[in-house]
């Protein structure tokens, strides 16, 4: 489903240039569950951003059915992202003044769903994260494990085909991790998903088909 070749990013900083990425290539096939593993800095977030498409490359290619991301215009990239690509981070970035509900159904609003849909699509999803019971709760009222619940059900409200997930159980409990990736597990299953999580956890990485290890800006080995 989505191939990557030879993908690199660089930055200019006053010492000079920085390869973050170097020219990484990797074929993801639909359905795959793969872990992307390494040390800090080693340019696993950065990857991560740029099958995204959250951040352009400094060379390569992200294809995604076929299709190079980094070809669409601004607002086609955006209008991509939001109905193909759903997002979990560490940190679930949830907008504290709004309810589960309502931050579930902002991607939703954005693609300019009736707010009728928008909220339909949004309360179905959080009863499937096993949040029923705390669809009119802010963030500040939920524990963390609830609040990353809320976080991937915001990321699959529009059915995406793919999941990126960024150490998703890094700011979680050993007993509210393990709940996490049981969700995941279920989610993959029932909903068809192709996923991919950045994780420096082995526990995390062995639930996945396929763990990839980047070292200094390049992959060292897949098993």
């Known amino acids: ?15 000079g240039v920085v390869e973050v990425l170097k020219e990484v290539s990797l074929n993801i ?3 795959a569950r793969i872990a992307i593993v390494g040390a800090s800095g080693a340019g696993k977030t950065t990857f991560m951003h740029l099958l995204g498409g959250l951040d352009k490359p400094t060379g390569g290619s992200v294809t995604f059915a076929g299709k190079d ?6 607002s086609e990239l955006d209008a991509f992202r939001n109905r193909s690509i759903g997002f979990v981070f560490q940190f679930h970035q949830l907008l504290p003044e709004f ?12 693609a300019r769903d009736p ?11 959080l009863v499937a994260v096993g949040l029923e019971h705390r669809l009119d709760h802010k963030p500040g009222q939920l524990s963390g494990g609830e609040q990353q619940r809320v976080a991937i059900a915001r990321s699959l409200v529009m059915s995406p085909r793919l999941l990126l997930a960024d150490e998703p159980t890094g700011n979680l409990d050993s007993a509210t991790s393990d709940e996490i990736l049981a969700l995941l597990d279920r989610l993959h299953d029932e909903r068809d998903l192709t996923m991919v999580v950045v994780t ?5 990485a062995t639930h996945m088909d396929l763990i990839v290890r980047m070292v200094d800006g390049r992959m060292q080995g897949k098993g």
């Open 200 to 204: 420096h956890s082995e526990k995390v």
């Open 1 to 15: 489903m989505i191939a990557v070749d030879s993908l690199s990013k660089s930055f200019v900083t006053d010492r």
């Open 69 to 74: 991301i980094f070809s669409y215009s601004a």
């Open 99 to 110: 309810t589960a509900l309502e931050n579930v159904m902002m991607p939703a609003l954005i």
């Open 115 to 125: 707010v009728q849909k928008a909220r339909k699509k949004a309360g179905e999803i």
């Open 29 to 31: 096939s639909a359905g």
